[in-house]
């Protein structure tokens, strides 16, 4: 649609309670922490051990408030209300995500729970797919 918002995230999080621990992030692992519920479907109730982490609750928390921010302004920064308060996770603020542009140099937010969530390149987010990718064979 043209005049709206678009901003691009990849969710990079193994739970520590997985019940198939070998199994890395998948399509829609994100599920449980948007709505809050690490049991909301089988795959996320697998994914999650049926149970968030205290960082898991955070992460959780930030990306929850993030998703509904965005619904009520266009934007996930913020406050719902308009407002500019950070969002904790860990041990430092949700970062400002920035509007995706498209392209290796577009910037997209990497979304962890063991680590500080960080804003990357597309580019760099493909690398260190292909890196870890090659280190495992």
Known sequence: ???VSVHSYRFDHHSVNSLLPE??????????Y????????????????????ADEEELSSSMMHAWTTF??????????K?????????DGAWPEWP??????????LHIKAEEVTEVVS???????????FWEEI
């Open 1 to 3: 649609a043209n005049g």
């Open 23 to 32: 199994l890395n992030s998948t399509h829609t692992s994100e599920l449980p």
């Open 34 to 53: 948007i709505f809050g519920d690490p049991t909301s479907y089988w795959q996320s109730a697998v994914l999650t051990g049926g149970a968030f982490s």
């Open 71 to 80: 619904a009520a302004t266009g934007s996930p920064n913020g406050s719902a």
């Open 82 to 90: 308009g407002g500019a308060d950070d969002v904790v996770i860990r």
């Open 99 to 108: 509007q995706y542009m498209g392209g290796d140099d577009a910037q997209v």
């Open 122 to 132: 597309h580019g760099t987010i493909k690398l260190r797919t292909c890196e870890a």
